[in-house]
């Protein structure tokens, strides 16, 4: 079965950091871009990040540019999220989510996030 | 950046009933929509992408529509299980994403 499983979600204070990781199994994960995306409490979801898929080319939502890093480790079929400078408002369950799509006539992939994981939670207090 | 709208934020429908969502973007993102179904405390899943396109997998009761800038996702038949929160997302500025701010569709 194609997977998703994240971890690292913790509490912690404003100013801190951490890891959020995603390990991937029962696709060839080193084929597919891959996602994060959060969603705070009672909120609707926020795209955060993405990466190719050798982890050379990285894109970001402007609300965490210089603060969150997406990487990947292809050896280990994981995508990670570092997230520094933590704030009160990076507060959510945050999603890994696999890049899935087709291209049609037009040569145009059309993408959709597919499958996703069971979300991990981050909670930053101020 | 690309803003999307939803409308209504909620509705109230009833077992049976056919229902129309409706999304917009703030310019043109020809075809490149993707709709998503989340229930409460799950991770959202992809019920329409390309505007129109049904993922395998779903009920034929899903069905959306749409390009340019407005687009409607319609539910026929409603079932029980089809109470939930519905995001639109847009990707023609892939691989940057933008998604709506969601409709609660709840029982009446």
């Known amino acids: 079965d194609v997977q998703l499983v994240e971890s690292g979600g913790a509490l912690l204070q404003s100013g801190g950091s951490l890891r959020l990781s995603c390990a991937a199994s029962g696709f060839p994960f080193s084929g597919y871009f891959m996602s994060w995306v959060r969603q705070a409490p009672g909120k609707g979801l926020e795209w955060v990040a993405n990466i190719n898929t050798d982890g050379s080319a990285t894109y970001y939502v402007d609300s965490i540019k210089g603060r969150f890093t997406i990487s990947r480790d292809n050896s280990k079929n994981s995508v990670f999220l570092q997230m520094n400078s933590l704030r009160a408002e990076d507060t959510a369950v945050y999603y890994c989510?696999?890049?899935?799509?087709?291209?049609?006539?037009?040569?145009?992939?059309?993408?959709?996030?597919?499958?996703w994981g069971q979300g991990t939670l981050v909670t930053v207090s101020s | 950046d690309i803003q999307m709208t939803q409308s209504p934020s909620s509705l109230s429908a009833s077992v049976g009933d056919r229902v129309t969502i409706t999304c917009r973007a703030s310019q043109s993102i020809n075809n490149y929509l993707t709709w998503y179904q989340q229930k409460p405390g799950k991770a959202p899943k992809v019920l329409i992408y390309a505007a129109s396109s049904l993922q395998s997998g779903v009920p034929s009761r899903f069905s959306g529509s749409g390009s340019g800038t407005d687009f409607t996702l319609t539910i026929s038949n409603l079932q029980p299980e089809d109470f939930a929160t519905y995001y639109c997302q847009q990707t023609y500025t892939n691989p940057l994403y933008s998604f709506g701010p969601g409709t609660k569709l709840e029982i009446k």
């Open positions: 989510a696999r890049v899935s799509g087709v291209r049609p006539a037009d040569g145009n992939w059309r993408v959709w996030l597919d499958p």
